[in-house]
């Protein structure tokens, strides 16, 4: 009977094999690094519908950041403010101003601003902001010196692995409740002493942090 295949069939089909699990591996691994570190730019400022800038209101006027993120303390989003908070003051301050006339058009009209989302976690992601702050996690831990920003950008990359490094060692990112909005905190030469008994005193399940169904619901 002749040979329906040519004598180097088999080592094509085992190399093909070999290859194909190759690329398969690689592509697996490309995509997991892309993940990981795909997240948005990190210091790119994002185009806001108005030009807002937090080193005038958190900098300059020293504005707290709960007059604007009013829910920081208590639910796990901060909210974005609305119109009427911006109205509270630009009512009466720079009326007219050309670079406040999305302001004054979404007060005239009752529709929201569109803000642009700076950080914009994945769904499968849960995040809470009162969760971190009543534990003593700074504002500023996460999203950088807002106070000197004259736009808006994200500070850090919010990988998983970013957030284990904290979740991991809690001890080294904790400061006192009384610290956390404050922008210009500076960790103590006896960090780790005092992150321990905030740990303690806060009580936060250091077990649990590190879990996959702690941010992963």
Same mark, same amino acid.
């Given at each position: 009977?002749?040979?329906?295949f040519?004598?180097?069939?088999?080592?094509?089909?085992?190399?093909?094999?070999i290859?194909?699990?190759?690329?398969?591996?690689?592509?697996?691994?490309?995509?997991?690094?892309?993940?990981?570190?795909?997240?948005?730019?990190?210091?790119?400022?994002?185009?806001?519908?108005?030009?807002?800038?937090?080193?005038?209101?958190?900098?300059?006027?020293?504005?707290?950041?709960?007059?604007?993120?009013?829910?920081?303390?208590? =639910?796990?989003?901060?909210?974005?403010?609305?119109?009427?908070?911006?109205?509270?003051?630009?009512?009466?301050?720079?009326?007219?101003?050309?670079?406040?006339?999305?302001?004054?058009?979404?007060?005239?009209?009752?529709?929201?601003?569109?803000?642009?989302?700076?950080?914009?976690?994945?769904?499968?992601?849960?995040?809470?902001?009162?969760?971190?702050?009543?534990?003593?996690?700074?504002?500023?831990?996460c999203?950088?010196?807002?106070?000197?920003?004259?736009?808006?950008?994200?500070?850090?990359?919010?990988?998983?692995?970013?957030?284990?490094?904290?979740?991991r060692?809690?001890?080294?990112?904790?400061?006192?409740?009384? =610290? @956390?909005?404050?922008?210009?905190?500076?960790?103590?030469?006896?960090?780790? =002493?005092?992150?321990?008994?905030? @740990?303690?005193?806060?009580?936060?399940?250091?077990?649990?942090?590190?879990?996959?169904?702690?941010?992963?619901?």
């Amino acid at each position: 009977m002749p040979q329906a295949f040519p004598p180097n069939s088999n080592a094509f089909a085992k190399w093909l094999l070999i290859g194909g699990g190759v690329f398969f591996v690689l592509l697996i691994t490309v995509m997991a690094f892309f993940a990981r570190t795909s997240n948005n730019a990190v210091g790119v400022p994002v185009s806001q519908p108005v030009t807002f800038q937090h080193n005038l209101h958190a900098g300059q006027l020293g504005l707290d950041c709960r007059y604007c993120h009013t829910s920081v303390e208590v =639910e796990a989003s901060a909210n974005i403010p609305p119109t009427e908070t911006c109205m509270t003051c630009h009512s009466q301050i720079r009326v007219g101003d050309p670079a406040l006339a999305a302001v004054q058009a979404s007060w005239d009209n009752g529709t929201p601003i569109e803000w642009n989302r700076v950080h914009d976690l994945a769904d499968y992601v849960y995040f809470n902001h009162s969760a971190h702050v009543n534990s003593g996690v700074g504002c500023s831990t996460c999203h950088g010196a807002v106070d000197e920003m004259g736009g808006m950008w994200k500070n850090e990359s919010l990988t998983m692995g970013w957030c284990l490094e904290c979740h991991r060692a809690p001890e080294e990112y904790l400061r006192p409740r009384s =610290e @956390v909005f404050n922008q210009d905190y500076v960790a103590p030469a006896n960090q780790t =002493e005092l992150g321990l008994a905030l @740990v303690e005193a806060y009580h936060v399940n250091t077990e649990k942090l590190p879990q996959c169904s702690t941010c992963h619901r």
